[in-house]
């Protein structure tokens, strides 16, 4: 089985100031992870994602996530945030040994970045 | 959500009625997604398809909720006799290949509101 966690229902951040999103996952094997953002009555937006490799991944709109093995994690962060990051964010799992792909979704995390 | 189409946006039903929900991947895409998001549950799997097969349907509700998508035309979300629970947002996604992954493009969603 896989599952995703997404511990904090929202975030507050001041404009300037760098953002953490948090997500924690559990897979059976090794995981394939990605990160989405929703901005209001519309789809989710790929982000970035984890395969394999660097632990480090870069996406888009500067965002970045970082892959932690041990601690079963994968933390969105951007250095500076802007007013326009605020949105709704997934994090979602899926495991690379399963047979078909089907992704599992986090709860999403609401940021809201401060003027 | 470029590629992925779907129809209406939003969708109005009194209880009792029949809902569809149509899905258009970008022609040549073969695989579909449905999942449904309600509000403080996050985004739920509930049917993968290829062309005139269901591939996995775990998380589609026992009774009221079927799925299709033939070889002509677009996917169907089908869900018969809504009720108030009903009300959600129902996303289409297909798979989009990406730096060697495969990763799910979303469409902008049907917003469907049982009164």
């Known amino acids: 089985a896989q599952s995703v966690a997404q511990p904090e229902d929202q975030v507050n951040v001041a404009e300037g100031n760098p953002l953490t999103v948090k997500c924690t996952y559990s897979?059976?094997?090794?995981?394939?992870l990605f990160w989405y953002v929703q901005y209001p009555n519309r789809g989710l937006q790929f982000l970035l994602k984890y395969i394999t490799g660097d632990n480090l991944v870069k996406g888009s709109y500067g965002f970045e996530a970082e892959f932690n093995k041990s601690q079963t994690s994968f933390h969105l962060k951007k250095p500076s945030a802007l007013v326009s990051d605020s949105a709704l964010y997934f994090c979602a799992v899926r495991d690379s040994s399963g047979g078909s792909y089907i992704p599992t979704f986090g709860r999403g995390t609401s940021l809201i970045v401060h003027p | 959500n470029a590629g992925v189409m779907q129809n209406p946006r939003h969708l109005v039903r009194r209880r009792g009625q029949e809902a569809r929900l149509r899905c258009s991947p970008v022609k040549g895409h073969s695989h579909v997604y449905w999942y449904r998001q309600l509000p403080e549950e996050g985004l739920k799997f509930m049917v993968y398809?290829?062309?005139?097969?269901?591939?996995?349907e775990s998380g589609m509700p026992k009774e009221r909720f079927s799925a299709e998508f033939p070889k002509e035309g677009p996917s169907i979300l089908r869900i018969q006799q809504v009720v108030r629970g009903d009300s959600a947002a129902y996303f289409c996604a297909t798979l989009r290949e990406l730096s060697g992954a495969n990763v799910l493009t979303f469409g902008a969603g049907s917003r469907l509101t049982v009164l």
């Open positions: 398809l290829q062309k005139e097969n269901i591939i996995d």
């Open positions: 897979v059976s094997g090794n995981p394939y």
